[in-house]
């Protein structure tokens, strides 16, 4: 087990964003969470963090837990000049993992530029290898894949899948790429302010809240997640073993 | 003129790594109001007949945390900061207004007068450069890291709260030993003046730190001893050399990036 969350909630002011939340981590798993804007999402990852209180509730989490956290965004002021080496060497306990890191991400080109020159996607992916130096045992995106196109999204949760599989690193990610994110999900949980519903992807997609919530379209992107179940293709179209 | 310079040193060697991070933070306001809250201390420890500097560093640090902590509270911290800083200076003259007997020189504590430096203020400036200097090596990629993303220094075990913290007590500590140097309304400008003109020729965080420091270090050598000759006040002439520093890798920059 590497989180125990129960009954969390999590006042701002005198609104509950968060209630009687209840979700268990453990190593290995790839949950994801799903809800539309301001259902408290990033909150329940920031309670996570310990980057914000809250008011009822207990968050257990394994001692010394190495968490690596991919935010929205991260905007870094033009007076602060720093290299993307710095920036994924800073404050890490152990980079020897770097340069394996940083070709697997295919940073190398811009290794030696500065954070403020990146595009998006290259920021995105900046910051999913500064959340893996660490050698982390859970991985939190939120909404990691924010600016990258179709191709980048789908490459980006097939790296995440891999890395998963092979270091044995739980994965627990707010995602819209739902007919993406589905596929590689042990579970799927719907948060609008509580858990709506949870369950394997296909019974959380087919569950009448989940559907409330989404409203008829999830059809097509279910549909989608199970095609690609059939046969796999990469953006070529050839197909692969 | 030795004790004067090792007093402009000590200070300028403070306050330029601090200062790199009052721009990486845009706290440059929030530096000032921390500063001008100093008066009202200065003002307290006079009539109360208590140490200036203990007076300084209790008031700027009693402001500065105040402000931090009502901070996420409301939309208005600038308007805030704006309210406590010049309310803080206001009372701060005020007060020493009604102070009888020796008359005090106000201009000594609002722009410095480094030529009055004791041996003991002396000692207090390079004590004050030893904590902030040793805080912030100590804390350096922490501070770095939390002024980059709270929630990536969160989710690395840190404490935003607890750093942030360290910032402001060393401001607190830096506007207080700045005072005999450069006075309150001035201190603000040793902290961003060098950081500004290090960003320019800079591209890790570690290097900005370090060219600031000399700029800094240049400048208050620079600045005394055109003081000394042009007999104009210390502690401008200090920070007008700092701008001048500013102003010529400013047009360095412009210069060097229009020919590529």
Known sequence: ?????????????????????????????????????????????????????????????????RIGYVP????????????????????????????KMVAFLGLKNIYREQINNLSGGQMQRVLLARALVDAPEILLLDEATRGLDQPGIAAFYQKIENISKETNCAVLMISHDLHVVMRASDRVICVNGHVCCEGTPENVATSPEYQTLFGSNIDGAFALYKHKHDHNHDVQGKSRI | ?????????????????????????????????????????????????????????????????????LEGRSLF?????????????????????????????LMAYLIGDILAVSKLDLLMIWIGVGVIFSLIIWRW??????????????????????????????????????????????????????????????????SMGFIASIIGVLSSILGLYAAYFFDTPTGPSIVCVASLFFFLFLMLNIILKNKI
């Open chain 1, 1 to 65: 087990m590497l989180i125990e969350i129960s009954k969390l909630e999590v006042k701002y002011g005198s609104k509950k964003v968060l209630q009687n939340i209840n979700l268990t981590l453990n190593a290995g798993e790839i949950v994801t969470i799903v809800g539309p804007n301001g259902s408290g999402k990033t909150t329940l990852f920031k309670a996570i963090i310990g980057a914000i209180p809250f008011s009822k509730g207990k968050i257990k989490i394994k001692p010394n837990l």
């Open chain 1, 72 to 99: 929205q965004q991260l905007k870094v002021d033009q007076t602060l000049p720093i290299t993307v080496e710095r920036f994924l060497k800073l404050a890490t306990r152990d980079n020897s993992d770097l340069k």
């Open chain 2, 1 to 69: 003129m030795t004790r004067a310079t090792l007093a402009g040193i000590g200070v300028s060697l403070a306050a330029a790594p601090l200062g790199c991070f009052v721009v990486w933070r845009r706290m440059a306001y929030f530096g000032e109001s921390t500063a001008h809250a100093a008066m009202l201390g200065i003002a307290l420890s006079l009539t109360f007949e208590l140490s200036v500097l203990a007076g300084a560093v209790l008031v700027s640090l009693i402001m500065a945390s105040s402000v931090t902590l």
């Open chain 2, 77 to 105: 911290m600038d308007t805030l900061l704006g309210v406590a800083g010049h309310s803080s200076i206001a009372a701060g003259l005020v007060i020493v207004s009604f102070i009888s007997g020796v008359r005090i020189d």
């Open chain 2, 141 to 206: 990629s922490p501070l770095l890291l939390v002024t980059l993303s709270e929630d990536l220094a969160s989710a690395n075990g840190f404490n935003p709260k607890k750093e942030n913290f360290i910032i402001t007590i060393s401001l607190a500590i830096v506007v207080a030993v700045g005072i005999k140097v450069v006075g309150v309304l001035l201190i603000i400008a040793l902290l961003i003046i060098p950081a500004a003109s290090a960003r320019f020729i800079t591209l890790t965080p570690e």
